[in-house]
Nanobody, 122 residues
Framework: QVQLVESGGGLVQAGGSLRLSCAAS????????MGWFRQAPGKEREFVAA????????YYADSVKGRFTISRDNAKNTVYLQMNSLKSEDTADYYC???????????????WGQGTQVTVSS
């Protein structure tokens, strides 16, 4: 089993930045691809970004490309989501995910965190 705990959410003005962290414990973190998803009130969960187990590959949703950066530190068992130029439409609960799968389909990730809330005021 892998336990994932997100942190770093909060309230920020439009145009500002936040960095989310996801700390993993349990089975060997470096064996898993990691992803970030988000869910806004009244909307379905959507893919944000993913990073391969070696960090050699990353993938982003078009809506965040150029503004968000996913990274990982396998020595610290942590994956990050740096969010810049935030917009009101980025307001959502953000969830960290992990598993053998690397991609955009949330149903194929094995592990999920509890989420951290991000609110962007305009």
């Amino acid at each position: 089993q892998v336990q994932l705990v997100e942190s770093g959410g909060g309230l920020v003005q439009a145009g500002g930045s936040l960095r989310l962290s996801c700390a993993a414990s349990g089975r060997i973190f470096r064996w898993y691809a990691m992803g970030w998803f988000r869910q806004a009130p009244g909307k379905e969960r959507e893919f944000v970004a993913a990073i391969s187990l070696s960090a050699g590959s990353t993938y982003y949703a078009d809506s965040v490309k150029g503004r968000f950066t996913i990274s990982r530190d396998n020595a610290k068992n942590t994956v990050y989501l740096q969010m810049n130029s935030l917009k009101s439409e980025d307001t959502a609960d953000y969830y960290c995910s992990g598993g053998q799968y690397y991609g955009t389909d949330g149903r194929r990730y094995d592990y999920w965190g509890q989420g951290t809330q991000v609110t962007v005021s305009s």
